[in-house]
């Protein structure tokens, strides 16, 4: 691809887009650099959440997700990327380098893909069962490239015991105070650029019929939503790698922003899952039941939540000020 310089203005329209990416605790942990005609992709380093995600896999995941974001988001305003990732080995931050040029035309789906990065949303709700997954997965499948990360789809059957790994998790960390403390302050409203907003978390009742989740602060409410659910039917996806290493984080973190947004074109509710991956005893059973050979580095819940209620408003992000660096 030869290399053509892009217009500030749409560079900073599709790094805000990108940027609606899933990090871990919606710590956002990416920072961008224009100069000339090339986007650097570099791990903000000072944005880590240490006591959550002691290896760092969440973050680097969190990159590329954000990373496979800003393809969708450049594709559909008529840009082809072209990406070199981990191009200077004496800057393991410095991520990707991202080269564009014209593509021949935007179809529907590229429109599509850019759009549902603005529907997509992590639910903590209860989910009804995914409609028509039967034709869905196939296809879902064909979207995944396995030289990168194998998607699994937990059996049903299987299910309780998914369950009590999950339990298992957050019993192991009952008495971790850094680590609750670390999780109160990313969940306490203090800022309107970052973290977990009050609106998108759960109460007690409505987490309880929810067997396979974090255990986040629980919300005060009169009413529990969704109260037709009476327990969570949602299919619980894997997605594993060969290793743990950095790049086959962050690429797996790029076929996480592809399974999450073709689900959410598809109509179907999501929340991405990684408590599970932080204790070595779960993750080694979601590997299990998983049925293959590869180390499990997140798990998807994927159903239908109801299409009348009302929607919380976005999760924050920051500026694209704040995580944009132009060099002229």
């Known amino acids: 691809m030869s290399q053509t310089r892009v217009r500030i203005d749409v560079i900073e329209r599709a ?7 899933p990090s871990v605790h919606n710590s956002q942990p990416w920072r961008w650099v224009l100069e000339g005609a090339d986007l650097r992709l570099f791990a903000a380093t000072s944005r880590t959440v240490p006591f959550t995600d002691i290896s760092g896999r969440e ?24 990406v070199e990732r981990f191009p200077n080995p004496n800057s393991l ?18 429109r599509d893909r850019a759009d549902a990065i603005l529907r997509r949303r992590t639910d903590r709700l209860p989910f009804a069962a995914p409609s028509g997954w039967e034709a869905f997965e196939p296809v879902l499948r064909s979207t995944v490239d396995n030289s990168v990360a194998t998607l699994s789809v937990i059996a049903d059957d299987a299910r309780r015991r998914l369950a009590e790994a999950s339990r ?39 987490a309880e019929r929810v067997d396979i989740e974090r255990e986040f602060p629980h919300l005060q409410r009169d009413e529990a939503r969704r109260p037709g659910i009476q327990h969570d039917e949602a299919k619980i996806l894997v997605l594993s790698t060969d290793s743990d290493d950095q790049k086959q984080a962050l690429g797996c973190g790029e076929v996480l922003s592809t399974v999450l947004l073709e689900c959410t074109m598809a109509q179907m509710a999501t929340c991405t899952l990684t408590h599970m991956i932080e204790v070595e005893a779960s993750r080694d059973i979601a590997r ?7 180390l499990p580095q997140v798990l998807i819940r994927v159903g239908t939540a109801p299409q009348a209620e009302e929607i919380p408003p976005p999760t924050p992000r920051r ?8 060099r002229e």
Request: include cysteine.
């Open 319 to 326: 500026a694209v000020r704040e995580v944009l660096e132009i």
């Open 59 to 82: 973050a680097m995941m969190s990159c590329g997700a954000v990373l496979d974001h800003l393809r969708v988001a450049m594709a559909a305003a008529g840009w082809d990327a072209s």
């Open 288 to 294: 299990e039941l998983s049925g293959t050979a590869g």
């Open 15 to 21: 790094v805000a887009l990108a940027c609606r990416a």
């Open 93 to 110: 931050d410095h991520l990707a380098s991202i080269h564009f040029g014209p593509r021949e035309f935007v179809t529907t789906a590229d």
């Open 168 to 206: 298992l998790t957050e019993a192991t960390r009952r008495y971790d105070a850094t680590y609750h403390a670390e999780l109160a302050w990313w969940t306490a409203d203090l800022t309107h650029s970052e973290g977990i907003p009050r609106t998108a978390l759960v109460s007690k009742g409505e």
